[in-house]
């Protein structure tokens, strides 16, 4: 086999991933969608992710606009380097919205089809709710690796450049991927909790309307969120995570250009480079193969179909990295003096494999009902919200603990193997089985929006107790997903970390020197900042929401009673814009700050790169972990607990200091904390982009 | 003048400290008592202040020996340099536990005076209140200087060393500082708010038992727990901040010795060592002026009075610091091939100065009632406690924002204009005025104690509202002196970062590499499991505190009806046990993880340090000024406001919302933020002390 062919076949795994999405897509919408009511809310449900969509594509077009011609302009020295890192941008752009169209579509039809599927079994529920997760999984993995592997056959076969260049000028793609991530997370984020908190706290501000009830105008937007936020914005952030490893790895590669020891490999001094694009591909076909074994009988645990499907495929991958690497690469090779063999390299990718199983199990330990932590905090909230609040940020203080020792050892472990190439492609290596793992988050949303749609089309109890079994597993997955998302977003993070390094050509980041220092302290900031601003937008947004619920049910005569209908066009739109409005300052200090710093001094940028990675890693460990465990003790209050020999269930003081906590943990896990993913993944992206400028 | 005399100077400012104190101390213990009432309810709080320090001190002795043999044995090679060390570590020990001992005792005294005095004149109860806080402050800054220049002179007379290995044995003392502020800062932050919530909780949980009410037998060890942890823990905070400063510039200047500029210095090559002594003795002679600058008339604002005694101790330092440096240090002097001027020096101090006070008057922004912040979380109360808590939270994670800025500045700004030795003098100015500003600081808790005082021993409502105003006044000064705190901690870790660089010759903190990027990683969490246990313990304490109430209420016949005594002691007993049981685990962590990591490979202690320092630094402004905002909107609630044009005010349900606000930010302003200011210095000066041994 050849390069050319090899190169070849690695953009045919993604069409084969679309391909097979495809199929289950139109399995999916060949599902009866049930009663005429289900169908109706389905259809809400959908128009309103639909009309988010369109609304943040059109701000989309043109910030992809200005920000291509940007880069064309800033790179127009550079021969004709200018407009292709430009396409790359737009492509890498394209890519991932489409992604996340294809993904929320979907789920928009899988969720009243798994209610309707929950009338009949467990299982072909299960079977329903994960297609429409494997969907956007097969999504995003196809589209990623079909893009930037076209991009690579494209540049390399059209120019007379040295593979340096050309890889430098693929990094736009990451750019473009990381754009979407930033409106689709931090975005998707503000709209879907701004509805969320909206829809709750409407009825606190006004009397007698009624919270969690078909009646409130902002139900509608509160589902749509789900699939705003969860589905299409955990999309993103995996999207981004996983072009941006692949890339960072083959920048990395590019040291070992002209090593001797790579003109007899498999693909010459390819080799190296085009190793993660092979992983990546043969993760698709593995990703695929899980997902068959994914079944659950009735009466079963729908956790144990997925643990199979996720760890089964983890460990096939395990098995097969071994062959590819040793296939691909030469048995050792020497590079600054020091020695990398391949098996060192296929260590450095079971690091990976390992670090990423390792944080979701102990995200799912401090996030999962009965468990220790959350038991805690559920115990706690007797003696009042305060305490539920204390214990809940106490829980999630102590949760970044085990993941950081494990990102730490991860790091050295891969280095030692396999130098800072190694690190990078630990990252390739947890992300290598995005497919299934994106399905199994995905899973999630589509369950909850389930068991929503079940409650407000009225079905029998027992459709609800089924939808209530994947919803519970759904919350544990999506505790897993976002550990790996937040792990994954750390090591892609450094890998671009180190290229940005080996690309603007700075030889170390001495933290002892006080420029670096202070870039290390501003880059420690930024996360808090930013969080800051989530919150705030959501507040806002939220208070919007709030007032228009009022005013609905102040002007429509007989909302109330059930005889008329809320208008929940209006929240859906009153959502939309505001997601829309509030990203743009963060968004803003993601990209100028990064910029600003690196052309005072591209060390100090050094230096602002590793300290919003560090800090952000903890800061969003510590949001997206106190928020799931004080959302799960509520889950346990309102399941009855037994505390000091009392009884504590839903209506009790307790369970309304549960779900202050709950409230409070909502933005904090589900818009401020996986922000902070895009935040630093963004910088360092951006960073990498401008390097060659700053070099 | 020649270099003993000077030398010798230097203590006696420190002497004419304590003098000036103990005549402070007299004419307090001179003034009226007043009532009966009054005067056994604060013989209840001076006795359970006393009992604290008793276990206290009693834990601390056995402490004390162990560290000591442990240092004596870990040096037994290094000639006769062991036992010096030890000595060193058991002066700073005693010298730190004894300002906490003389200024608590006075603290307890001056509070009912206080109360006392405000029977007749603002002025006078405030003449009272400040004088308290004075010894506490003058007691600090005395015995910092007087042990620290003691031990020079001692050391340096009596050995044949050379002056860098005087100064290596003289870290000691800063290590016995800071095994002291562990002890007095994070045990008295557990002791203080597991009085405080238990108190605010009993009620709570057990119906019918008043909270805040002199029957709760919660409320003295409530008061008592001001002393303990805002008198005592702030001044061992401040203390260990003032000796790491000056002990860090004095190890750096070591790296002028031998220059030949310096032979014809004012004190030759020793200048640079004794300048630190110097600026600190003057500063002690400029906090003793500008206290008489403290002064009210009837009807005045107080903070009016502290201001001028603050900023114009400040400014008067910023003249004769100028004085000192140009006649102490040679115009201008060459090392490692760059050029430090006389000048530069001096601007790095005014740097440090400046800083200082930017830092605090932000605080004070972020956490004042009627700016903007805090107007915000008080309106977002009206919608319930999850608004008010979001909007806390997103106040605290913006206020850190600025500090960080201004930090960063001030690190670049004193390196560009005297390199390391200018960071570490930087924070010698910005805590050259820490005897007036903790006389400011504790100022607000006397105050405090005043009006609880005042408010059991049911005198007339002019005398509350006058030691109200005296306490609003200190919620405003414990603001500022928080930020003040954090910024001299940070400051001063960076000083001891850089000494222990040169002490353990460690060339580079290069956080590329990837075992510095793993300590930077474990280090940046630290802040967080720290801050965890730190609130757990004030949890668990609280729900001993709880039961404690529940049961006197239960088996005391009369207390609820007010003609029994409730059993006060056995409460401050609860939290005396409590605070001391749970500062081990914290306070093993802060010194365990440095000396293991530091045995591994002293880089990646590099890595930790600067992690620990910039984690640690934004961990602890965001729970201060998230804590000290939620308390002022509570205030401003109770003082009443204005929302969508209704009158909110105490009893409300925004009113609620905002206690549950005050209770969650209680431990976070109190113990587990303030405690990361311990954290930080406690591992740096643990990495300066076993600098030699890894070196």
């Known amino acids: 086999m050849n390069i050319a062919t090899l190169t070849i076949l690695v953009p045919i795994t993604g069409v084969i991933a679309l391909l097979y999405a495809w199929t289950k897509a139109r399995w999916i919408n060949k599902q009866e969608v049930g009663t005429d009511l289900m169908a109706e809310i389905s259809t809400a449900i959908a128009e309103g992710a639909r009309a988010f969509l369109r609304q943040e594509y ?99 076969s059209m120019t007379a450049w040295d593979i340096s260049k050309v890889i430098s000028v693929i990094s736009g793609f990451s750019l473009g991927a990381s754009s979407i991530a930033l409106f689709a997370r931090v975005g998707g984020g503000i709209y879907t909790k701004a509805a969320d908190v909206g829809a709750d706290l409407a009825g606190k501000v006004y009397e007698g309307i009624p919270e969690d009830d078909p009646r409130n105008p902002a139900t509608i937007a509160d589902n749509v969120g789900d699939n ?26 590019t040291a070992f250009l002209q090593l001797s020891e790579f003109q007899t490999a498999a693909f010459g001094e390819l080799s190296p480079i085009v190793l993660p694009l092979v992983l990546a591909g043969a993760g698709i076909l593995v990703s695929i193969l899980g997902s068959f074994f994914v079944k659950v009988k009735e009466g079963g645990n729908p956790q144990h179909g997925l643990n199979v499907g996720e760890f089964g495929a983890a460990g096939f991958m395990a098995v097969l990295a071994y062959f590819i690497i040793t296939w691909m690469l030469p048995e050792s090779w020497v590079v600054g003096g020091s020695t990398i063999t391949a098996m060192g390299v296929y260590y450095a990718v079971l690091i990976g494999l390992a670090a990423g199983t390792i944080i979701g199990l102990v995200t799912e330990y401090y996030t999962a009902t009965g468990k220790g932590p959350v038991t805690g905090i559920a115990n706690q909230s007797v003696t009042g919200a305060a305490t539920n609040i204390i214990a809940g940020l106490g829980v999630g203080m102590y949760s970044t603990g085990i993941p950081t020792i494990v990102l730490a050892l991860s790091i050295i472990g891969a280095f030692t193997f396999a130098g800072m190439y190694g690190i990078a492609i630990a990252a390739v290596g947890m992300l290598s089985v995005t ?96 969080s800051a601003m989530a919150m705030g937008a959501v507040g806002r947004a939220a208070a919007e929401m709030i007032k228009e619920v009022g005013r609905q049910f102040a002007e429509i005569p007989g909302l109330r009673e059930g005889t008329a209908k809320a208008d929940h066009e209006r929240c859906v ?88 906590g709950d409230t409070v943990g909502d933005p904090l896990k589900d818009t401020s904390g996986p922000s902070l993913n895009i935040l630093i993944k963004l910088i360092a992206v951006v960073a990498l982009v401008i390097a060659p400028l700053i070099a």
Chains 1, 2 share one sequence.
């Not at 409005?581 to 100090?604: H, N, Q, T, W």
């Open 58 to 156: 059109r701000v989309l077009i043109i910030f992809v606009i200005v920000v291509a011609a940007l880069l064309a302009f800033a790179n127009a020295g550079q021969a004709n380097s200018s407009w292709m890192i430009a396409i790359s941008f737009v492509v890498g752009a394209f890519c991932s919205a489409l992604a996340g169209f294809i993904g929320m579509n979907v789920a928009t039809k899988a969720n009243v089809r798994t209610t309707n599927a929950a009338r009949t079994s467990l299982g072909s529920a299960l079977n329903v709710a994960f297609s429409g997760g494997l969907v956007m999984g097969l999504s995003v993995v196809g589209l990623g690796i079909l893009g930037l592997g076209s991009l690579f056959i494209a540049y390399d």
């Open 228 to 253: 705003v936020g969860d589905v299409a914005g955990m999309g993103a952030d995996l999207f981004e995570s996983y072009v941006g490893s692949i890339i960072g790895t083959m920048v990395l590669g």
């Open 435 to 530: 497919g299934i793992q994106l399905a199994v988050d995905a899973y999630g949303p589509i369950s909850d929006n389930a068991g929503g749609i079940a409650e407000m089309a009225k079905l029998p109890p027992e459709v609800r107790e089924r939808t209530d079994k994947l919803d519970a597993v759904g919350n544990t997955t999506a505790a897993i997903g976002k550990g790996f998302a937040i792990g994954s977003a750390a090591l892609t993070a450094l890998g671009l970390f180190a290229a940005f390094m080996q690309q603007a050509n700075v030889p170390n980041i001495d933290v002892a020197n006080p420029t670096i220092l202070a870039g290390l302290l501003i880059g420690a900031m930024l996360p808090y900042v930013f």
């Open 573 to 660: 739109e009153i959502s939309t814009k505001a997601a829309i409005r509030e990203m743009v300052l963060p968004g803003l200090l993601a990209v100028v700050v990064p910029v600003a710093i690196g052309f005072i001094d591209k060390s100090m940028l050094g230096g602002l790169l590793a300290g919003v990675t560090v800090s952000g890693v903890l800061f969003a460990i510590f949001q997206s972990n106190a928020g799931g465990a004080w959302d799960n003790a509520k889950k346990m209050i309102e399941g009855g607990i037994m505390v000091d020999g009392k009884k504590i269930s839903k209506g009790s003081e307790a369970h309304k200091a549960s779900v202050v």
